[in-house]
């Protein structure tokens, strides 16, 4: 019984939007020059479907919004 192990207490918002910043806007953009596109979305849609998770079925090289 951890009474501060609740995610809610230690994730705050700022935290949690740095890390998306840099996941998303560093990462995600090496990761496009370095595999291409084409063999991003590929490694994304083979991904097995998990329950109560998105499947990006096409990819997500063509995502127009993302929020974390």
Do not use: R
């Amino acid at each position: 019984n951890w009474p501060l192990s609740d995610p809610a207490n230690f994730l705050l918002p700022e935290p949690l939007h740095h890390w998306y910043q840099k996941f998303w806007d560093h990462d995600v953009q090496w990761c496009k020059n370095a595999l291409g596109t084409q063999e991003l979305d590929f490694c994304y849609s083979v991904l097995h479907p998990i329950v109560s998770m998105h499947h990006f079925k096409d990819g997500i090289t063509t995502l127009k919004q993302v929020t974390g």
